[in-house]
């Protein structure tokens, strides 16, 4: 079965500030790869997925990821944080075909000071 | 974006009753959908897969008579937690499938059970 590490639980961060969330995660066969946000009160969203190709991939709100097939990597990444990023983040991993659900890491609260 | 709507957000129950949520696709048809469970400053954990039409897939450690699930319809999934304790107390998330991308998973709100 496949796991999720992320390793920052609890990140504070000023306004301007470039984040990166780690996540590893173990499985030794194909992945996909996504990263989940939820603001205070409402439901997850996608940010970002990874399912092949270009291993940067882009997602909303100036977020970015990497996948790091040797490190069994895929990290969060934004050049500048603002307040409004104030979330909490999870990484998620299911096999490469698909049809299963997620394995989520415990997640990263990210608090952006003004 | 596509849209999963789960209700109630929140229920309060005696114990040893049995509380119904429902999770419906909104603007698309999911064949699957998934059942997750979050417990206290920790992570979703999968409970279960529920695929139209069938039976659903119960992860390990998780009892199906406890939990039923029901998938009659492409965009409707219910998980029914029977003669349910307080030790069930949580917040249960589900999500859908898209059938026409099919390796993105919209969720719900997620439901607050509280068992008294």
């Known amino acids: 079965a496949q796991s999720v590490s992320q390793h920052n639980h609890h990140v504070i961060l000023s306004e301007a500030a470039s984040l990166e969330l780690g996540c590893n995660y173990s499985y030794g066969g194909t992945v996909n790869l996504f990263w989940y946000v939820q603001y205070p009160g409402q439901h997850l969203q996608l940010l970002l997925k990874?399912?092949?190709?270009?291993?940067l991939v882009k997602g909303i709100k100036g977020f970015e990821a990497e996948f790091i097939k040797s490190k069994f990597s895929f990290n969060l990444r934004k050049p500048s944080v603002q307040w409004s990023d104030t979330a909490e983040y999870f990484c998620?991993?299911?096999?490469?075909?698909?049809?299963?659900?997620?394995?989520f890491g415990k997640g990263t609260h990210l608090i952006i000071q003004p | 974006g596509a849209v999963v709507s789960q209700h109630p957000s929140r229920v309060i129950c005696k114990s040893g009753t049995s509380v119904k949520i429902e999770c419906r696709s909104l603007d698309f048809q999911a064949t699957t959908m998934f059942w997750y469970r979050q417990f206290p400053k920790k992570s979703l954990m999968l409970m279960a897969t529920s695929n139209e039409g069938s039976k659903a897939t119960y992860e390990q450690g998780v009892e199906k008579d406890k939990f039923l699930i029901n998938h009659a319809s492409l965009t409707l999934s219910t998980l029914t937690v029977t003669s349910a304790h307080p030790e069930d107390s949580s917040f249960y998330i589900c999500?859908?499938?898209?059938?026409?991308?099919?390796?993105?998973?919209?969720f719900g709100a997620g439901t607050r059970l509280s068992v008294l």
């Open positions: 999500s859908a499938r898209d059938m026409a991308d099919k390796n993105i998973q919209y």
């Open positions: 998620a991993v299911n096999k490469g075909g698909g049809a299963d659900g997620l394995t």
């Open positions: 990874y399912f092949s190709g270009d291993p």
